[in-house]
């Protein structure tokens, strides 16, 4: 078998006459530029991962939801320069319509919301799970594709559902062995800006592209972003108020610049009071120059970042009270978070906390006669309906050697070998690997014993 990655030349047999298609087009074994296989040891990993995902989402009570991974553009037409936006891989159907693969998941659960209207009883707690795409040029030689859990709360507008937010991800990551020592939550509040921006007479209507450039603090020179909040009309002396305000690493600080009845404070406050209560107050640190990058945020923002690390943010969350409204429906408080696949693994690796996920079964049956292979299968089935996971040799002519070798390979728990002799004696024979013994069962003391 070729070699993943490697092209290969699909030749045709010498009978095929001369002249006729002949040799098949050079095919290449990689998937599409930017995106994954998942062979079964990378697989296991995923479905682990997701796994975590989804019992942390069961143990919070929300509900699994899910949408087309292909969305009308309109979603997304967001006019505030995010990036996510400018790099939607977006096409126009045989039907002439203008869709996109989603980039993210947030606007499909607005859009359900939306869609299910006042039917549902409140507040929804809905998580999901889906791959998000983008497509930017591979010359920077990124992903276009990952996936993303997501968990929301619509209908509470109250921190408490940040709380609650924030503790199913401080959930996830201490059942992965990563503690507060590792990992930090980044937490701010739109609103700081929002006041700042007011204080200097701004319009509303920039806000969204103010936040969007800010969240480039950290990739771009000060002078590009001085540059861009000029180019949305944002005043020089007003810059260096928001560029300062971002720098507060303190609720006294903030409290100075905005007075302690700020909406800010007061939220913030209100939800490390919480943090406390759940107990992951020390996963939290207030950082004014936490942003985010999506349009839409309107309140909290938070991201989880790796201590003593270079890695890039490994998920980030708001509030966003407005969008949907902005698709037409009633304001409506919101709130939610992403998680992607990627980063959280690379620290994992980094703090040598990824399990091993090896391909393990708890028996292994071989008929040692081709004429009994019937009862064989028998015997397989009867375990698999009792619960066993059980590897049915159905390839000739395997040797002895061979399956020893895969007991191994396969952490086997046993081996049941049906033998002519035997099994004319209503017996199977069966090999204890764990305490290497040998035995010969009737199948139904076989089963009882599973
Ligand atoms: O986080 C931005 C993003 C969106 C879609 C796909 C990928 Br890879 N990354």
């Known amino acids: 078998p070729p070699i993943s990655g490697r092209s290969v030349v699909v030749k045709e047999k010498e009978a095929i006459p001369k002249g006729s298609t002949g040799a098949k087009e050079t095919i290449s074994t990689d998937p599409p530029r930017g995106t994954r296989d998942f062979p079964p040891e990378d697989m296991r990993m995923r479905t682990w991962l997701f796994d975590n995902f989804r019992e942390v989402s069961r143990l919070c009570a929300f509900e699994e939801v899910d949408f087309p991974v292909l969305e009308s553009e309109e979603l997304y037409t967001r006019k505030a320069g995010e990036e996510i936006v400018g790099q939607l891989y977006n096409f126009e159907d045989k039907g002439g319509r203008k869709v996109t693969l989603r980039p993210e998941l947030t606007p499909s659960l607005a859009r359900l919301v939306l869609q299910k209207g006042r039917a549902q009883s409140y507040p929804l707690k809905w998580f999901a799970i889906g791959q ?6 591979m010359t920077r030689g990124r992903r276009r594709e990952h996936y993303q859990w997501n968990m929301d709360i619509i209908g509470v507008p109250g921190v408490e559902a940040e709380a609650e937010l924030l503790s199913a991800i401080v959930m996830f990551f201490t059942r992965l062995g990563i503690t ?3 990992v930090g939550i980044k ?4 609103k700081v800006l929002q006041a700042v921006l007011e204080k200097y007479g701004i319009q509303p209507d920039s806000f969204a592209a103010v936040c969007v450039i800010v969240d480039k603090l950290e990739k771009l020179k000060r002078e590009e972003i001085v540059s861009e909040l ?3 009309g944002v005043p020089a002396e007003a810059i260096e108020g928001i560029l300062q305000a971002l720098t507060l690493q303190s609720f006294d600080d903030l409290e100075a610049l905005l007075g302690a009845d700020s909406g800010a404070v007061t939220e913030l406050k209100q939800l490390f009071a919480l943090a ?5 107050q020390d996963w939290l640190h207030f950082d004014a120059s936490v942003v985010r990058g999506l ?12 201590k003593n690390s270079q890695l890039r943010a490994i998920c980030g969350g708001g509030r966003y009270d407005r969008l949907l409204s902005t698709y037409g429906g009633e304001d409506t408080p919101a709130c939610g978070f992403g998680f992607g696949d990627a980063v959280i693994v ?5 703090k040598k906390l990824l399990p091993q996920f090896p391909h393990m079964v708890d028996d292994i049956v071989i008929a040692l006669d081709d004429s009994l292979k019937v009862p064989a299968a ?3 089935a009867r375990l698999r309906n009792a619960g066993r996971v059980v590897e049915l040799v159905i390839e000739k002519g395997r040797k002895m050697k061979w399956v020893f070798k895969q007991c191994d390979a396969l952490k086997a728990k046993r081996l049941i070998l049906l033998g002519t002799t035997e099994w004319e004696q209503g017996k199977v024979s069966v090999k204890d690997l764990s305490v290497r013994e040998q035995t010969l069962k009737t199948v139904d003391e076989l089963i009882a014993v599973s």
Do not use: I, M, P, Q
């Open 132 to 137: 998000c795409w983008r497509y930017e040029r």
């Open 180 to 182: 507060s020592k590792d």
């Open 187 to 190: 937490v701010s509040n739109r």
């Open 230 to 232: 000029d180019k949305v």
């Open 276 to 280: 406390e209560g759940y107990g992951f």
């Open 295 to 306: 349009a839409y945020y309107t309140g909290t923002v938070f991201e989880g970042f790796a």
């Open 346 to 350: 690379e620290l994992l690796k980094d």
């Open 378 to 380: 028998g015997v397989a």
